[in-house]
């Protein structure tokens, strides 16, 4: 039996800030959180910005301090933001059927803040100074298991590590979760916490990142033509996902519909995309036929939209194969452009941009979009937000390994 899949609570923390209102007035308002990375000492690099969340990371309460300190930067975001999801849901925990409930959370790198600092003391002080807590800070399935302690969830729980699609693929399976009957309420989402001195450095290595360090806010450039590369960041996006029959006996207030998911493979290379596009064509289409709809249903596409040369292009050639005529009255837009890639968290944090879009009709902007690249010629909602009755919008999301995601989401 197929169930109607609806979305009852967002949390979130990025760049921008923690929270929905916060993150949603800042990209609404076209306001970039890209800036010079203060984590560690990044003088040598190539690179030297970030969307890193600076200052003293408050954990809201969500997480008690003793055990704060036991977790890696990544696992505290997803508690974090899993805590105002829930809030925001109103939703009894434990539930009242716990081994109906499922966690499901992306991550594409896990602890790797961790891992690094748990390398430097082995190779100072030895093997017998490792914190004895590395393994369970590092490991990728940790982030919903600490979710399912704190909250009592005993449903189906696992990690994804899919790249950059990490949290929209976890988005998905948790919605094919409930959409097959095989359980009425999950939380999922995506973390990441990669503005690690390894992770910087190997990015730079595949010359992937822009170097635009005299203007953080200018960096992240998706289908300029004068893009150089992504900007990394850091945070987290969860969702409460429940059947529509659970949402509606218990009176909870739904913010939008989940209804289509499409995951493909492109089966080219590694680290680029196929040039034609095809598997992130296949994986739109998918969602759109899931959903039921016409492509021109379809208002608003928030893309995946990296600043990379290649992906752009890609996926800008992906969407016009897909939509036709109708690509031309599209709205797009790359939210990237002011949060920076979040890696695994990229996916769920703009799936929740997505459903705000559906719910106020504002389109947010690509900023920094000054000199259009030719090969990029869709109406990527330049600089500035702009108003458009919307029911339905997909969220695109496409890793190295040519893993593509696309969730369709409606308007309650």
């Known amino acids: ?9 967002m949390g979130m923390v990025t760049c921008l800030g923690s929270g929905v209102p916060a993150n949603w007035e800042a990209v609404t308002a076209g306001r970039s959180g890209v800036r010079s990375i203060t ?50 849901s109103g939703l009894s925990c434990p539930p009242e059927e716990p081994y109906r409930a499922a966690v499901v959370i992306g991550s594409g790198m896990g602890g790797l803040a961790t891992i690094e600092k748990g390398s430097d003391i082995l190779r100072e002080k030895g093997p017998k100074r490792v914190n004895p807590l590395l393994i369970p800070m590092t490991v990728i399935n940790l982030a ?33 979760l409930i959409l097959e009957g095989r359980a009425d309420v999950a939380i999922t989402g995506g973390t990441e916490a990669v503005v690690t001195r390894l992770s910087i450095a190997a990015f ?43 949402a509606t006996r218990r009176g909870a207030e739904v913010r939008a519909e989940i209804v289509g998911y499409g995951a493909t493979d492109d089966a080219y290379h590694f680290v680029m995309p196929d040039p034609e596009g095809e ?10 036929e899931e959903a039921g709809i016409d492509v021109s249903q379809v208002g608003y596409v928030n893309a995946h939209g990296t600043s990379t040369e290649l992906n752009d292009v890609m996926e800008t050639e992906a969407v016009k194969k897909l939509f036709g005529t109708h690509a031309k009255d599209l709205a797009v837009s790359s939210t990237k452009s002011m949060t920076g890639h979040l890696i695994g968290a990229a996916g769920a944090v703009e799936a929740i941009y997505s459903i705000m879009a559906v719910r106020t009709g504002i389109i947010p902007p690509t900023i920094n979009l000054d000199n259009p690249d030719p090969k990029c010629d869709l109406d990527y909602t330049p600089h500035t937000a702009r108003t458009k009755e919307l029911e339905y919008a997909l969220t695109n999301s496409f890793a190295f390994g040519g893993q593509n995601a696309c969730l369709a989401v409606k308007r309650a």
């Open 144 to 176: 919903p298991g600490m979710i399912s302690i704190k909250y009592g969830f005993k449903g189906p729980n696992f990690g994804v590590v899919n790249a950059c699609t990490s949290g929209a693929s976890a988005i998905g399976e948790a919605y094919r």
């Open 204 to 246: 730079n290595a595949l010359r992937a990142l822009s170097e635009r360090n005299d203007e953080p806010d200018k960096a992240s450039r998706p289908f300029d033509a004068d893009r150089d590369g992504f900007v990394i960041a850091e945070g987290a996006g969860i969702l409460v996902l429940e059947s529509l029959e659970h």
């Open 39 to 88: 984590a560690f000492d990044c003088t040598d690099y190539h690179t030297r910005i970030a969307g890193e969340i600076q200052g003293d990371f408050d954990p809201c309460g969500h997480v008690p301090v003793k055990e704060f300190r036991r977790m890696d930067r990544y696992q505290q975001f997803a508690l974090v933001a899993a805590g105002e999801a829930i809030k925001d």
């Open 279 to 288: 598997g992130a064509l296949m994986a739109m289409k998918l969602a759109v």
């Open 1 to 9: 039996m197929r169930r109607r899949v609806v979305v009852t609570g």
